[in-house]
């Protein structure tokens, strides 16, 4: 993908957001580190944008949840969360990058109840790469792949990598 198809595949989520959530006076949207945090900024423009509403993203980290933290790595890298609205009772939208195995979303879905009880999460990733190991959907998906488990899907942002671009690339052995 390239920055065009990319902001296609944000603006297709935005709208399909758009129809879903009418209220947004108990709506929000929380990025996942660290991709999915410009992911939900996009599309929180975006919805301000059309909708005439002035909205704000929070950001979610959910290293100390995941499951695999203390056998992946060897100090983990924790990064900041701030979600700036009070959760409870709103109706979220969790944003990331790529949904892969599921695991990544069910530590954040932990993390947020940490932080209140949302009235309902919803999940939007910009790609959904297949090979489920939790039984996690997303509710709104920029493009499906099929994807094979030695390969990987790298996004870059502008914000961090200097353009918008998705790569699919095979690992080699031993990586």
Do not use: C
């Amino acid at each position: 993908m390239d920055s065009h198809a990319l902001d296609l595949a944000l603006t297709r989520i935005t709208h399909q957001i758009l129809e879903r959530n009418r209220d947004f006076s108990k709506f929000g949207i929380v990025g996942m580190q660290t991709r999915g945090v410009y992911l939900a900024q996009r599309i929180t423009s975006k919805i301000n944008e059309l909708e005439k509403v002035n909205l704000i993203s929070g950001t979610l980290d959910v290293t100390l949840y995941r499951d695999d933290y203390r056998n992946a790595f060897k100090q983990p890298k924790v990064q900041i969360t701030d979600i700036p609205f009070d959760i409870n009772e709103m109706n979220l939208v969790l944003v990331d990058d790529v949904l892969y195995t599921g695991r990544t979303v069910r530590a954040a879905l932990d993390a947020l109840m940490d932080f209140g009880r949302p009235k309902s999460i919803q999940l939007a990733v910009l790609i959904d790469r297949g090979n489920r190991e939790l039984p996690i959907r997303a509710d709104y998906v920029g493009k499906k792949i099929t994807t094979l488990r030695n390969q990987v899907v790298s996004l870059k942002v502008s914000e961090i990598d200097g353009e918008d671009s998705l790569w699919l690339m095979e690992l080699e052995e031993g990586d």
